[in-house]
């Protein structure tokens, strides 16, 4: 009997742990209380039997006559006493068959709990699996309608383009209207075969058509001024030739004046720098020895008639690369101050050719506007940007 109801208890445990999803069970592992309450049940029957025989031996001992056998006759008392016997005898079996009755429906019902949540988990299993199947039936029907829009924005994106160029042909080749005509309806009967895809630009398609038919005459009118034109561009052409002629000789002169400046720069390639100073090409470069700021170093540069240094060629980075020494960092003329993002050299122009580290520059909690050359003992050195305030060494340029 114990163990009965502790099997009870369990059934009624588990199932409340599955129906709270404390428990995932699988579902051929919920059919194990269902085999535990047939179990369970056969044993109730097989008690509920065993008090059914013994309620029949007992009615069928209290009935029988005691003068039936006079061999066996009783004295008064005894038979007082066993007929007390057999009463607490009978109140405990009929105990007995209450607790079991008792228990028997307690099993049953939860036997039909039971069952009741296996239904509802099948009906809820299967609706899972039919939402899972639309689901997947509308995600498909999605990608195909991805790609089928895809494909149409594709056709879109190629014939505006063509129909762009097309249409740029027809202003500038005013004189072979027949021929761009015969076009334009080539690539009109083109269209007519997107018709449903392109109907948004058609109209402005047809309106650029009926424009153009209207031109028709109006061109074919005007062809007639055009060659008057055509004369009056001759003598404009004989003109322009003349002029020609004098840009020759403009040209000559600038050929000249450009030949004795590259002889001053020569000169001042030629011309020596000053003590600590290395040279490079027309310039003159210092790296400075103490540590300041972006602002201070400037200062510095300017002080000794100079400015920090402006990098306009790979060559230049890579001699500027190699005033540094290992792993050092030095300013350069470069920041977006005034506006930013947008980077300017110090002498006012703009930016040209970069060496910027990957991911740079990135204004770092956006008061990062100065730039720094960092020195790489491969290639030709990397630029950085970083907070102006910071104390480093810097290049100066004259």
Not at 187 to 198: G, K, P, W
Not at 228 to 238: F, G, N, P
Request: charged letters at 25%.
């Amino acid at each position: 009997m114990e163990l009965m109801e502790i099997n009870d208890e369990e059934i009624f445990i588990n199932k409340n742990l599955t129906m709270e999803g404390l428990i995932n069970k699988d579902l051929p592992r919920k059919k194990r209380p269902c085999r535990c309450v047939t179990v369970c049940l056969g044993l109730l029957g097989a008690v509920l039997l065993a008090g059914n025989i013994g309620q029949l031996i007992y009615y069928e001992m209290i009935s029988r006559p005691t003068s039936a056998d006079p061999t066996h006759s009783y004295s008064q008392g005894d038979q007082l006493q066993s007929h007390d016997a057999s009463t607490e005898e009978r109140k405990q079996l009929e105990a007995r068959l209450s607790n079991l009755t008792r228990e028997r429906d307690q099993l049953q019902r939860s036997y039909n709990y039971m069952t009741t949540q296996k239904d509802e988990f099948k009906a809820s299993l299967n609706n899972q699996k039919r939402e899972r199947e639309q689901l997947q039936a509308s995600y498909d029907d999605m990608q195909r309608n991805l790609e089928r829009l895809q494909t149409n924005h594709s056709n879109l994106t190629v014939s505006k383009d063509q129909l762009q160029t097309n249409y740029s042909s027809l202003q500038r080749k005013k004189d072979e209207l027949q021929t761009l005509f015969t076009t334009l309806r080539e690539n009109r009967d083109q269209l007519q075969s997107n018709f449903s895809s392109l109907k948004n630009n058609m109209d402005q398609l047809q309106r650029s058509y009926d424009t153009l038919s209207i031109n028709k005459n109006q061109l074919q009118i005007s062809y007639n001024s055009l060659w008057k034109d055509r004369e009056r561009l001759q003598t404009s052409y004989t003109t322009l030739q003349r002029k020609t002629e004098q840009l020759k000789a403009n040209y000559s002169s600038l050929a000249t004046v450009r030949h004795q400046y590259k002889k001053m720069i020569d000169k001042v390639r030629g011309r020596p720098c000053q003590t600590g100073w290395r040279k490079f090409d027309i310039s003159c470069y210092l790296v400075t020895n103490g540590k300041k700021n972006w602002t201070l170093s400037r200062q510095y540069c300017v002080a000794r008639g100079a400015d920090l240094v402006v990098i306009d060629t790979m060559e230049e980075q890579a001699f500027v690369n190699g005033l540094l020494g290992s792993g050092q960092n030095a300013w350069i003329g470069l920041t977006d101050d005034l506006e930013e993002g947008t980077w300017m050299w110090v002498d006012g122009t703009p930016v040209t050719t970069t060496f910027w580290q990957s991911g740079q520059p990135n204004s770092f909690n956006g008061n990062q506007d100065c730039a720094e050359t960092l020195q790489k003992s491969s290639g030709v050195g990397e630029w950085n940007d970083d907070g102006c305030f910071s104390d480093q060494g810097a290049i100066c340029e004259k």
